[in-house]
């Protein structure tokens, strides 16, 4: 803590900005209703803002940056300004540019959201210099609160419980070192103006308590350009407790009760649910009461978060106040039957809470499940890309999708990669967790790597279910987390069933006069019942190369045949949502069966698979569809465009066909340079796999290759 000379200082200080709070309290109290808001913020937040503004009748402004130009919260909203390019720097995160846009669009205020502007205290000051209303506390707490080492002697002394630790204004390594020593290892070495995870360590023992603190001071430097720490008692495997409050403008306090974002990943929250799950009555109580004091503290008005770390005995201590609204904030709505952000509408119009704290109970369960482009395999590394496919359970009352993209979006770089926020609620924790399995199962993306299949196997982890969550959830489970499933032999049937079936449907869409060689998976004609036709399917899972043998027994009824086991398959696809309806040897099963490039995309209820059908032999790695000589279609389809003519120079990567195929445009490419010999189709005609398409031979030169300039 700094010296008592600094502290004494520091409340003096606090007490006047008390009294300049009071007073802009009752000033703000008499403002008039809210009738125009923007939104600085994108994505799904913005577009969950702007749900809850169109309920109210309240007209809403966004801003964009290039890059979103064409995304869902710009859509949405009434009114929507370009605000510059990509980078969130020159665009979200520019005060002056944002507050142009408040001006010339006649918002009378702002809602920050969660993340760019909403816990920056320039901002919410430049908000009140111009005269709009900032929907967030003070400044005075964002800036209290934003600083940990002051959030700490202020919770400390307003009788909050504050972890052991150093939160001193001393950062020579010697006098670091020495705390620790005081403190005792293991000990958690933290960046004072840290969040998100960054800037933060744990010291095991002291001979590497340097190594870390160097890691931990260089990341928050690039982080926060300050590199000041404090230490901390590090407790093993805590849970991670937060409690949702709120403060008018009239000196109401209210506690929503607890959430657990206990499972993280990079000490970043991953799954959350509201309530915790084993806390008692009374510590429930005591938590929401502890949180108000904190809020008590910094005269917060608005929606915050205290958070809390909670040891084995539930015992608990302050950790940090999040002074914006939580990304996880629809948990406790679920549980609440409350409006967050209508209530953030309200108090800061100046209106007193909708709620008084004898009127909140808390209502059954619920989880809320972040779905993120990431490869959990890659150590949940981050991915960018495009939504090919997206198909999400239905929304209801017990059901919610939080989401700020649409099938046919793409993911950005610049930006963080949340796809979405799926939220169930149920009358308890266990019947919430089949719901919240059951949903996973019908959230299917295609086109980028996700965490959804990650998230279905931590709903059914035991030790998950049983609720014996903590911050090394994931590592201490990490074996039966990230374990390999085994192919179901019922899941091999249906893509055999798809394939053939989705072959004999192109088959009839772009031809009714020239036979397939396999004519009764093409056609379901009679004319050769006697004599049962065979087709084999190659197909990759993974590592694993598997080779199934269909037989045509007549219209939709085959005979599937792998590993020795044959297996009596019946069933149909239907084209408009993928759906596909299988019987297996007398048992009916349902999956959606997506066909992207040469890959199949299966999604059961059970966990979702993906096959990809292998090049074929005469195909060259290198390019899609190309042999040796020319170019072969990779599936059966239409021709297009044919972009060449004989005697054509082509250079490798050249498209030379354009095919429709499997519902999707594919472009076929040249391998290699050369010279175009023959081209067999022309556009509209109907080909099958394999059929070659165009050959070439390479051209003779007598010139060396020429040295690579960046080499």
């Known amino acids: 803590m700094a010296s008592s000379l600094t502290y ?16 802009s ?81 006649g918002a009378q205020a702002v809602h920050p959201g969660y993340g760019f502007l909403s816990e920056n205290t320039e901002f919410a000051e430049q908000c009140q210099r111009d005269g709009v209303i900032f ?69 095991m023992s002291e001979k590497e308590f340097k190594e870390q603190l160097e890691s931990a001071r260089r990341e928050a430097l690039k982080s926060f350009n300050n590199q000041e720490m404090l230490l901390e008692k590090y407790i093993a495997t805590p849970r991670h407790v937060e409690v949702q409050v709120f403060g008018d403008q009239h000196g109401n306090y209210v506690y929503l009760f607890e959430r657990d974002c206990s499972v993280q990943r990079r000490h970043q929250k991953i799954i959350e649910e509201a309530p915790a799950p084993g806390i008692s009555e009374a510590v429930r109580r005591e938590l929401g009461e502890t949180a108000v004091k904190a809020a008590r503290a910094v005269d917060y008005v608005g929606a915050g978060t205290v958070e809390f770390i909670m040891d084995a005995g539930q015992n608990f201590y302050f950790m940090e106040m999040n002074t914006r609204l939580q990304v996880e904030h ?82 950005s770089v610049h930006y963080d990669p949340m796809i979405a926020k799926l939220v169930v609620w149920a009358d308890d924790r266990q019947s919430a967790l089949r719901r919240l399995r059951s949903c996973l199962s019908e959230y299917n993306i295609v086109g980028l790597k996700t965490n959804v299949k990650f998230l279905s196997d931590l709903s059914c982890n035991e030790a998950f279910m049983e609720g014996k969550v903590h911050t090394d959830f994931i590592p201490q489970h990490h074996d039966e987390l990230f374990r390999t499933h085994e192919l179901p032999e019922h899941v091999l049937c249906q893509v055999a069933l798809a394939m053939v079936l989705e072959e004999r449907q192109q088959t009839r869409v772009h031809s009714l006069t020239t036979p397939d060689p396999f004519s009764p998976f093409s056609f379901g004609c009679g004319t050769r019942l006697n004599h049962k036709q065979k087709k084999t399917l190659e197909l990759n899972s993974g590592d694993q190369k598997l080779s199934i043998v269909v037989t045509y027994n007549g219209l939709n009824d085959f005979t599937v045949t792998f590993d020795g086991k044959s297996h009596h398959v019946k069933g149909q696809m239907a084209p ?55 170019a072969v279609a990779p599936m059966p389809g239409v021709i297009e465009k044919v972009a060449v003519a004989v005697g054509d120079k082509v250079a490798a990567g050249d498209p030379l066909i354009i095919m429709i195929a499997m519902k999707m445009e594919y472009v076929i490419r040249a391998h290699q340079d050369g010279v175009v010999e023959a081209v067999l189709y022309k556009a509209g005609d109907n080909v099958n796999k394999d059929a070659q398409l165009v050959k070439f031979v390479e051209e003779e030169s007598d010139k060396k290759p020429a040295a690579d300039e960046d080499d």
Request: overall charge negative.
């Open 576 to 630: 408009l949502d993928n759906e596909l309806t299988c019987e297996v040897d007398g048992t009916i099963t349902k999956a959606k069966v997506v066909m992207r490039g040469n890959t199949y995309h299966i999604f059961t209820k059970d966990g979702s698979y993906e096959l990809s059908v292998p090049t074929p032999k005469f195909i060259e790695a290198a390019g899609d569809g190309v042999a040796l000589s020319g």
């Open 135 to 203: 929907i967030g506390p003070p400044s005075s707490a964002i800036r209290d609160m934003g600083i940990k080492s002051t959030s700490k002697a202020i919770m400390s002394a307003a009788g909050v419980p504050v972890i052991e630790g150093y939160h001193g204004e001393d950062q020579t390594d010697a006098k670091l070192a020495e705390e620790a020593q005081k403190i005792g290892f293991p000990v958690m070495i933290k960046a004072v103006r840290g969040g998100g995870g960054k800037g933060m360590r744990i010291a």
């Open 25 to 105: 309290k009752r000033y703000a109290s008499t403002a008039e209703p809210i009738n125009k808001i923007l939104i600085a913020n994108r994505g799904e937040i913005a577009c969950r803002v702007m749900r809850t503004a169109r309920k109210m009748g309240i007209q809403t402004v966004a801003v964009y940056s290039d890059a979103d130009r064409n995304s869902m919260h710009v859509a949405m909203a009434d009114e929507s300004y370009n605000i510059g390019p990509a980078a969130s720097q020159l665009s979200y995160l520019d005060h002056n540019k944002v507050l142009e846009v408040a001006r010339m669009s």
């Open 330 to 411: 629809p948990v406790t709505e679920m549980v609440t039957g409350a409006d967050l952000v209508e209530w953030q509408i309200k108090v800061a119009a100046g209106e007193k809470l909708p709620m008084m704290q004898s009127e909140l109970v808390l209502q059954g369960h619920a989880f809320e499940a972040r779905i993120y482009a990431e490869d959990p395999d890659n150590n949940f590394m981050p991915g960018a890309g495009p939504l090919h496919h997206l198909s999400t359970p239905p929304a209801d009352a017990a059901t919610r999708i939080e989401t700020g993209v649409r099938q046919g979006d793409e993911v």
């Open 8 to 23: 004494r200082n520091f409340m003096l200080y606090r007490s006047l900005e008390k009294t300049l709070c009071l007073l």
